[in-house]
């Protein structure tokens, strides 16, 4: 068991402390700033869209075997539509109520609920190809040639209730919004993890 965790399994702690350090500094430090609350369209908030954008565009041009672009290509969709999640799909553009930092819903447009269409559109699109081009076939072909980066996804599944509750129950717009940058450096990083191991495999 033990020559099997060490084959496919990194237990390096190293990166996934430095991610949890950098999280917990940037939140002490802001609040001792005064920084309690984060608006929509923040400095913090556009920083979580750099790291999307930043991942999408690593996907996409990514030297990679040609046999593993599609796992690439599929991550770069959903990396996507996470990053027009925090752009509310568009609606950051056009739809701020005046005066406010809040922004009308899509069904105060009377065209509006054909945006919820085209996302399903996509998100079903996304699948479609990920099917069409044996996607999750590849990826588990990718986990048993390279090593689990356990702390790291452990880091990425424990920051998504934290996430949760901070906005659902404490109502903090402060952890909320850098939990949510630090799950986005996760997913990027992994994805840039992944890339690496398969040039040495």
């Not at 030297?63 to 925090?86: G, H, Q, S, T, V």
């Not at 553009?93 to 406010?100: D, M, P, S």
């Amino acid at each position: 068991m033990s020559d099997f965790l060490k084959k496919y399994v990194n237990f390096n702690f190293k990166s996934t402390a430095i991610f949890i350090v950098l999280t917990v500094v940037v939140i002490f430090g802001l609040k001792l700033l005064g920084v309690h609350e984060i608006p929509e369209n923040s400095l913090l908030e556009n920083t979580q869209l750099i790291v999307l954008v930043g991942g999408v565009l690593f996907c996409l041009f990514s030297k990679i075997d040609k046999e593993y672009k599609p796992i690439n290509i599929f991550f770069a969709l959903i990396i996507f539509l996470l990053a027009m999640r925090e752009i509310s799909y568009g609606r950051v553009f056009f739809a701020q109520i005046l005066g406010t930092n809040d922004f009308y819903h899509w069904s105060h447009y009377k065209y509006g609920y054909l945006a919820h269409i085209i996302i399903g559109i996509y998100i079903a699109g996304t699948f479609v190809y990920a099917l069409l081009k044996k996607v999750f076939v590849k990826i588990w072909e990718v986990l048993q040639k390279t090593q689990f980066p356990f702390w790291n996804v452990l880091l990425l599944l424990t920051a998504i209730p934290v996430q949760m509750l901070a906005e659902k129950r404490f109502h903090s717009t402060l952890v909320e919004e850098m939990v949510e940058l630090l799950m986005y450096c996760l997913i990027v990083y992994m994805v840039v993890l992944y890339n690496k191991y398969l040039k040495k495999v």
